[in-house]
């Protein structure tokens, strides 16, 4: 595929000076990692990118200026390679593809957060001081510095996207799920509850979609038989 500039083809929001003690912990990896984005139109680049789990933004560091920046248009990326692993990137935020047969199956990475609380007179906190990052908003010519409180990652936890068709089906635990293939609620339930299903466990959801779609097969199977 042909090689193209970033900036070409996508419309840029913030950008920030690269920082060395910028907050790891608020992103999908502990670095910028060497990704091929994928265009809507065939073409693609390689690209310094890392996912935000606070904004659920995709962020790259821009080769012209070194400066990070936010995409804002992702409507033309139409998927994101990273060595064996492929992103796709929606309204919803960035999702990894872990099953593509017989079903897709992606997963979403999220991220329970809270404002991290900044010592005030008296022995008193207060969260909304707390304010330890500025980005800068270029538009029209001008520059505004917008203030960024200081948050911290509590918890992880995993969302999941079922593409059957042009239609996703989400879900994030097992009353979710089961409602998607309502009419094997039984045998799902027995499936999850034997198997003590963990539905922050990749591997075990992606088996548990693989048996829900069994069913599904064999039900169609037997259908064409009557």
Same mark, same amino acid.
């Given at each position: 595929?042909?090689?193209? &500039?970033?900036? #070409?083809?996508?419309?840029?929001?913030?950008?920030?000076?690269? %920082?060395? *003690?910028?907050?790891?912990?608020?992103?999908?990896?502990? $670095?910028?990692?060497?990704?091929?984005?994928?265009?809507? =139109?065939?073409?693609?680049?390689? $690209?310094?990118?890392?996912?935000? #789990?606070?904004? $659920?933004?995709?962020?790259?560091? *821009?080769?012209?200026? =070194?400066?990070? !920046?936010?995409?804002?248009?992702?409507?033309?990326?139409?998927?994101?390679?990273?060595?064996?692993?492929? +992103? +796709?990137? &929606?309204?919803?935020?960035?999702?990894? #593809?872990?099953?593509?047969?017989? /079903?897709?199956?992606?997963?979403?990475? %999220?991220?329970?957060?809270?404002? /991290?609380?900044? @010592?005030?007179?008296?022995?008193?906190?207060?969260?909304?001081?707390?304010?330890?990052?500025?980005?800068?908003?270029?538009?029209?010519?001008?520059?505004?510095?917008?203030?960024?409180?200081? /948050?911290? /990652?509590?918890?992880?936890? =995993?969302?999941?996207?079922?593409?059957?068709?042009?239609? #996703?089906?989400?879900?994030?635990?097992?009353?979710?799920?089961?409602?998607?293939?309502?009419?094997? !609620?039984?045998?799902?339930?027995?499936?999850?509850?034997? !198997?003590?299903? *963990?539905?922050?466990?990749?591997?075990?959801?992606?088996?548990?979609?693989?048996?829900?779609?069994?069913? &599904?097969?064999?039900?169609? @199977? &037997?259908?064409?038989?009557?």
């Amino acid at each position: 595929m042909k090689k193209m &500039n970033f900036l #070409l083809v996508i419309l840029l929001a913030f950008s920030a000076l690269v %920082k060395a *003690d910028e907050k790891a912990a608020s992103f999908l990896f502990p $670095e910028y990692q060497k990704a091929d984005v994928i265009y809507s =139109n065939g073409l693609q680049s390689n $690209e310094s990118v890392n996912y935000n #789990l606070i904004d $659920e933004k995709l962020y790259f560091i *821009d080769k012209s200026d =070194n400066r990070i !920046k936010i995409v804002s248009d992702i409507q033309s990326i139409a998927a994101i390679r990273l060595n064996e692993r492929t +992103f +796709f990137l &929606n309204d919803n935020g960035l999702r990894e #593809l872990i099953v593509s047969e017989p /079903v897709e199956l992606c997963v979403q990475y %999220k991220a329970q957060h809270h404002i /991290v609380n900044s @010592t005030v007179g008296y022995g008193g906190t207060s969260s909304v001081a707390s304010v330890s990052t500025y980005a800068n908003y270029r538009a029209g010519g001008q520059q505004t510095i917008i203030k960024q409180p200081d /948050v911290q /990652v509590s918890a992880m936890y =995993n969302c999941y996207w079922i593409g059957k068709g042009k239609v #996703l089906y989400k879900f994030i635990d097992k009353k979710q799920f089961v409602k998607i293939y309502g009419k094997y !609620k039984q045998k799902l339930n027995e499936y999850i509850d034997n !198997k003590k299903v *963990d539905f922050n466990s990749i591997t075990q959801v992606s088996d548990l979609v693989k048996y829900a779609e069994s069913l &599904n097969s064999t039900s169609s @199977t &037997n259908s064409g038989k009557g």
